[in-house]
């Protein structure tokens, strides 16, 4: 059981030294099972916890070992300066991942014109890279444990690299279409070697603190990061600077990969050939959930008929796919444990959070598009979220823990709260120095949220068993990736649909009836004396002059009152906890004690 548990760990067990023996033999699984049975000195179940919440934390669960393993080290013997070329390596891979998709949502402006399309086809791109991020990792971790940790480490930066390259090659809608796909397949096992290799270098007593928050806002801080960069990269080149940036990060992230080899661990043979028809409905499911939510709002939900198919297309493959694991034995998702009520409830808080920080996404970003910002007056804005999202990272190296999940998550519902008020007073006036407050305050509450998130969920797929660890990175991802797609799909539909209301409540004023309006006409007109003398062309201009200003008008209050729609989701969110904690009398104070499901070591 020991040398189980050091397994879970963390990838630091060592190849077995003997032939490897089959898991089908009985004697093997009966010795198996009884070492499982076999009693534990007091200590050792919190210690426990926390050993397979740390491994389980970076989506890389392996399966139980049908037979036991012999002795291994607890942790990587690697020296204090080797620990921070791994840690410095990790963080590296993180940001070549989360860089990538930042540029991708950064600059769709950009894009369309470097690609002779209209800004909404440019989605496209933004959809075919999202599309396999809530699917992929499923299969890589099953794929990880069968082939081993190095194959699968360079493997994957190999692929990412080749998707890079790629990239130099784009000059049209339909190659950058396909491309991005490939690059969003490639993309995904970086993440899981951010987290490896941020486990190799973290001893084991402080991963639960410092590993899992680190990568965390790697993975998190990027898209914000990546509009820092992106004037810079773009201000005397196209996309293509862009493109030759991400190659040469891929191609370091590359070297090192290949230079600091993962420590090995045995082999598992976890691959069915049920897990592919699983995965391939889910993948299609997951897929057309993303498009629907990204095109939403772009093309309106009553308005476009494959809107509904494609919706309709993925509840029935997701439901074949729930059906499908349900009946099987061994299945490669727990589907009865995912539908129990509180695991229910752990994936209906990660949600909340998801569509909550779509306030900063599609909110934020959006309003300073409707402005008519340009990239470059934006920097100092995400630079300043970027450094709140690192300054919440301190904090939860000092503090995070699975049972103080509840305290964190109700400090971040206020700061979202307080953000998104802020923002609902937004004028024709407002511009990125308005927005800083309010943004740092959202951005430190997206970083204060998913860490103590996932070590309370991890605890309680732990307190199952091994297997259901894997079950429980399904839900996280899926709730982050697609849950990211839906709040921002909800919030940039609540803004269509805000500003045609108050487009027909400010239109009556453009009235040849309104004296003030007339003034303004004839004011605007003759300022466009000396472009032009025809007196019927200066005003058509000063009338298309007035009425961009009430569509702008009219988008700015949409805005606002999407802001506000956050500001109230955000307090009911709230609500919902402080009723939930003090039904369950589980609030984490500190000086008290502590009273989670699951015990979670943080030393």
């Not at 360079?154 to 950058?176: P, Q, R």
């Not at 370091?252 to 995965?279: E, G, H």
């Not at 799909?489 to 500003?499: A, E, P």
Request: net charge neutral.
């Amino acid at each position: 059981m020991n040398s189980q548990i050091r397994d879970i760990n963390g990838p630091d067990a060592r190849p077995m030294a003997a032939e490897p023996v089959s898991p089908r033999d009985p004697a093997l699984r009966e010795h198996a099972r009884s070492e499982v049975t076999e009693p534990r000195p007091e200590a050792a179940p919190a210690k426990e916890a926390e050993v397979t919440q740390n491994e389980s934390a970076a989506g890389e669960i392996a399966e139980p070992e049908a037979a036991p393993q012999p002795a291994a080290p607890a942790e990587p013997d690697h020296s204090a300066g080797k620990r921070i070329v791994y840690a410095s390596a990790a963080v590296f891979v993180a940001l070549s991942q989360s860089l990538a998709t930042g540029f991708v949502s950064a600059n769709l402006p950009q894009l369309a014109g470097d690609l002779h399309a209209t800004t909404n086809h440019t989605y496209w791109v933004m959809a075919a890279f999202m599309a396999p991020r809530a699917s992929m990792p499923l299969m890589l971790i099953r794929i990880r444990d069968q082939f081993g940790l190095r194959r699968f480490a360079e493997v994957g930066i190999v692929c990412f690299v080749l998707a890079m390259v790629l990239n130099l090659w784009v000059d049209d809608l339909h190659s950058a279409v396909i491309v991005a796909f490939l690059s969003g397949c490639a993309a995904a096992p970086l993440s899981s070697l951010g987290f490896l290799y941020m486990l190799e270098a973290i001893p084991a007593a402080q991963r639960l603190k410092v590993a899992i928050p680190a990568v965390l806002t790697m993975i998190m801080v990027g898209r914000p990061l990546a509009r820092v960069l992106l004037p810079e990269l773009t201000a005397n080149a196209s996309w293509h600077a862009v493109s030759l940036f991400q190659m040469g990060m891929a191609l370091v992230a590359l070297a090192l990969i290949f230079a600091l080899p993962l420590t090995p661990r045995p082999l598992q043979k976890v691959l069915k050939p049920l897990d592919f028809v699983s995965f391939s409905l889910l993948a299609v499911g997951f897929g057309a959930f993303t498009s629907v939510f990204m095109f939403g709002a772009l093309d309106y939900w009553t308005q476009t008929e494959w809107l509904g198919v494609a919706l309709a297309a993925a509840i029935v493959m997701v439901a074949g796919a729930v059906l499908i694991e349900m009946q099987r034995a061994n299945p490669l998702i727990d589907f009865h444990w995912l539908l129990s009520p509180p695991i229910l409830h752990l994936a209906g808080t990660l949600l909340v959070f998801r569509i909550a920080l779509a306030e900063q996404s599609a909110g934020a970003v959006g309003f300073l598009r409707t402005m008519g910002l340009q990239p470059g007056q934006e920097q100092l804005l995400f630079g300043i979220i970027a450094l709140s999202m690192l300054a919440a990272t301190g904090v939860l190296m000092l503090t995070n823990s699975g049972a103080r999940a509840p305290l964190f998550h109700g400090i971040a519902l206020v700061l979202i709260a307080a953000g998104a008020w802020l923002d609902s007073q937004s004028t024709a006036l407002t511009g990125p120095e308005q927005m800083y407050l309010s943004q740092a305050m959202i951005g430190f509450a997206g970083i204060l949220f998913l860490p103590p998130a996932m070590a309370k969920g991890l605890g309680a797929a732990f307190a199952k068993g091994p297997h259901y660890l894997l079950s429980f990175v399904v839900l996280f991802l899926a709730t982050q990736s697609i849950g990211g797609v839906i709040g921002s799909g909800l919030f940039r539909s609540l803004v269509v649909d805000r500003t045609a209301y108050h487009m027909a409540q400010l239109s009556p004023q453009i009235s040849a009836d309104n004296p003030m309006l007339s003034q303004t006409l004839a004011q605007s007109a003759a300022s466009l004396g000396s472009q032009t003398a025809d007196a019927g062309a200066r005003a058509g201009a000063a009338l298309s002059s007035v009425a961009s200003t009430v569509q702008q008008q009219a988008t700015i209050l949409a805005y606002d009152d999407a802001f506000r729609a956050v500001f109230w989701f955000a307090l009911a969110a709230l609500a919902g906890l402080i009723a939930h904690v003090a039904l369950h009398r589980s609030w984490p104070l500190p000086g008290l004690r502590l009273t989670p499901s699951t015990p979670v070591s943080t030393s």
